[in-house]
């Protein structure tokens, strides 16, 4: 069980990214006084776990209903998380786990951002809804695992409506490098584990048995 906290709680703080999350939210709520800021951040966090816990309830009736395996999953999900790494490692922004430049074009014309670009797709993006289904999927029906799942889930959520709340103090103190290091570092060990990811599918498929 704490193997599962451990690698869900990771897979969810890299995919989600936090400290992206709050640095995006600074320049997007420039305009905006601090009682503003708060509202939209929970609003937005609230959103976001919405989106997210949906996927984790409902996503292996979704895979069950579309026909895909879970050695299917698996794999897809550890390419994504891969590419995924491979921009975080490089300081590349593809849009998997921030906004690209038209959605950042719009949301700078937008009054309130709490839902987009917000909630989706800076927390819920792409990366966090499959990697909610994955890490569910993989608990394979044991409720103690899938609630360590969904603990880890809330937990990393938890800590992004903190740091947007606090978004401004955290990034004075961390710094550009401070914040490009420990993203890096993240980024090696999600790469590792997409890794594994992808072993587990193809394992799991049957192709090379």
């Not at 800021?37 to 979704?62: D, E, N, Y």
């Not at 794999?75 to 490089?90: D, K, N, P, Q, Y």
């Not at 590349?92 to 430049?101: F, L, P």
Request: net charge neutral; proline share 2%.
């Amino acid at each position: 069980m704490w193997e599962t906290a451990l690698v869900a709680f990771t897979t969810f703080f890299v995919t989600i990214g936090p400290m992206d999350v709050s640095a995006l939210f600074v320049a997007l709520t420039s305009k905006n006084t601090p009682t503003e800021r708060r509202r939209i951040a929970f609003k937005g966090v609230i959103m976001a776990t919405g989106i997210l816990m949906s996927f984790a309830l409902f996503g292996q009736a979704l895979l069950d209903w579309l026909g895909i395996s879970l050695a299917a999953l698996r794999t897809a999900g550890g390419i994504l998380l891969m590419l995924l790494s491979i921009e975080m490692v490089f300081a590349r922004h593809s849009g998997g786990t921030s906004t690209t430049q038209d959605e950042n074009l719009e949301a700078q014309q937008r009054e309130d951002i709490s839902v987009f670009p917000l909630a989706t797709p800076l927390i819920a993006g792409p990366g966090a809804m499959g990697a909610v289904v994955l890490l569910v999927a993989d608990t394979q029906g044991d409720w103690g695992l899938r609630l360590t799942v969904i603990g880890a889930l809330l937990l990393v959520l938890g800590i992004t409506l903190l740091l947007l709340i606090m978004a401004t103090g955290v990034q004075k103190f961390l710094g550009t490098t401070g914040t490009n290091v420990l993203t890096r570092i993240f980024g090696v060990l999600l790469s590792a584990l997409a890794v594994q990811f992808i072993f587990d599918g193809l394992s799991g498929s049957g192709l090379f048995q």
